[in-house]
Nanobody, 116 residues
């Protein structure tokens, strides 16, 4: 079995920062793409940032210039540094990984709330 555990969410004021972490555990041979998604109640889940195994990154327009995704393969962990947070960033943030041999795996989500 494999499990993704997110941490680092919480309540922060507008303009503040948070760092999310997502650690994978279990019998994993490799982790390929690692991603952060978010979901606002009543809306579809959306991709926020992605990082490939060779550390190529991709960001949603809303995240560019404010969020930074990174990974530590030795720790099987992906991070999302979020700066200059806005109230519209309030959502549940989910980690998603493409793993071998388990394929797509999702975390349970962590709540991020940005107050104005």
């Amino acid at each position: 079995q494999v499990q993704l555990v997110e941490s680092g969410g919480g309540l922060v004021q507008s303009g503040g920062s948070l760092r999310l972490s997502c650690a994978a555990s279990g019998a994993i041979f490799n982790i390929y793409d690692m991603e952060w998604h978010r979901q606002i109640p009543g809306k579809q889940r959306e991709l926020v940032a992605a990082i490939t195994r060779d550390s190529t990154t991709n960001y949603a327009d809303s995240a560019k210039g404010r969020f930074t995704i990174s990974r530590d393969d030795a720790k099987k962990t992906v991070y999302l540094q979020m700066d200059s947070l806005k109230p519209e960033d309030t959502a549940v943030y989910y980690c998603h990984c493409d793993t071998e041999p388990w394929g797509d795996v999702w975390g349970q989500g962590t709540q991020v709330t940005v107050s104005s």
